[in-house]
């Protein structure tokens, strides 16, 4: 059941919709004794051939509209096409099916900070992703972070939770340097900057960001700009408000929402890639960005240091002096480590391809179904 997934060229086009796509992509390729049905709203997207796929008779992107159908329409097309197990792709099932069911959970930031979301979206998410994981066979998180939310904010038993990470879409890998030169003059980026992609919200901490980064200016003799791409989501004015309120609003520059083709050249072009985000799932800017080559900062918290391993340096994202002084040494002091955590990043990151996103995930449906073979 995919039914967030979104074609869309914006932020909702992000996490779930790769995750959902990918999964339709390489599922069938993975595992070749399931035949594979697919609930979708998205009137662009076309998966594989070898997914059979259904859509809503009335598209809409309501959400009281999708969700009547996952919870009616896809119930009951589930019971007259007689599958035998449905997987929520995104936190939901529908609550009156009878059939094995397997629910993904990506984070629980519903519960982390509840007033990012309207009160109703915020009570309805709490609701679904509980009942559906208390009701599913198996439960898949992202990473061992949201292994351990579900645990202790749903009270699932552990035994019940598996560990899949994501993959990283191909796209995102080192591209030939002349070519990043070239189209860096053409998007009129800076020759060096420092990087941070993602929505602006308080979860992210572009405050705590631009707070270290007014320091790193007065440490460096050659302090570099900040770039920060990420659509507009909630209290973002403040954000804009703290730029002025540090005098650096020379240095800072907002790109908005970064459209899917430019995102591998920003980050290849990018000197060093921040990260300074209080909560994540998983993260897929940090793992994007190392296999783009450049080197990341991040956070300690949630999935972040799990996801970036060692190939990161990794900072408690309220310590703004130590996050000025490691951008300042990486940049400034120590090039050396620029290398280093170049290096590091490219292969670490390959442990996260969908190839094998989709094996691990096929292999709980097999668990499930009590049959020994994908």
């Known amino acids: 059941m995919a039914t967030l997934l979104s074609s869309s060229p914006n932020y909702r086009g992000a996490g779930i919709h790769q995750y959902s796509k990918a999964l339709l992509a390489h599922l069938p390729k993975e595992s070749t004794s399931f035949d594979f049905h697919a609930f979708i709203m998205d009137r662009d997207f076309t ?6 796929v259904h859509r809503a008779k009335r598209l809409s992107s309501r959400p009281t509209s999708r969700i009547l159908w996952e919870q009616t329409q896809v ?8 599958l035998q197990l449905l997987h929520g792709f995104a936190y939901a ?7 094995p069911t397997v629910v993904t959970v990506h984070d629980l930031t519903f519960l982390h900070f509840p007033d990012a979301f309207p009160k109703s979206k915020q009570r309805y998410l709490s609701r679904i992703t509980a009942e559906s994981c208390r009701r599913s066979e198996m439960v898949i998180a992202d990473s061992r972070a949201t292994a351990r939310d579900i645990e202790m904010y749903l009270q699932i038993p552990p035994e019940k939770i598996n560990v899949i990470y994501p993959g ?22 800076p020759s060096r900057f420092l990087l941070m992609v993602g929505t ?15 320091i790193y200016r007065k440490m460096a003799k050659h302090p570099i700009p900040l770039l920060i791409g990420g659509g507009k989501g909630w209290r973002f004015k403040q954000i804009f408000a703290k730029v002025h309120e540090l005098h650096i609003e020379d240095y800072v520059h907002f ?13 290849n072009a990018a000197t060093l890639f921040i990260y300074p985000s209080r909560y994540e799932g998983f993260g897929f800017p940090v793992v994007e960005a190392m296999r783009c080559g ?24 309220d310590d703004h002096d130590r996050l000025a002084n490691a951008i300042w040494k990486i940049t400034e002091v120590e090039p050396e480590r620029m ?36």
């Open 200 to 214: 602006l919200e308080p979860r992210k901490n572009h405050l705590g960001l631009l707070q270290a980064y007014a």
């Open 168 to 189: 990283v879409d191909t796209r995102y890998r080192l591209l030939p340097q002349e070519q990043v030169e070239a189209y860096r003059r053409q998007k009129n980026w």
């Open 255 to 267: 790109l908005g929402f970064v459209p899917w083709e430019d995102l591998p050249w920003l980050y």
């Open 47 to 52: 998966p594989p051939e070898a997914v059979t």
């Open 93 to 99: 099932l529908p609550l009156a099916l009878k059939i």
């Open 294 to 317: 450049v080197p990341v900062i991040t956070s300690t918290v949630s999935s972040l240091p799990e996801v970036a391993g060692e190939a990161a340096v990794t900072i408690d994202p």
């Open 75 to 82: 119930a009951w097309l589930s019971r007259r096409l007689k």
């Open 339 to 374: 290398e280093f955590f170049r290096e590091r990043g490219l292969k670490h990151a390959q442990r996260f391809h969908w190839a094998k996103t989709a094996l691990q995930t096929a292999r709980v449906y097999a668990r499930v179904l009590n049959v020994s073979h994908v």
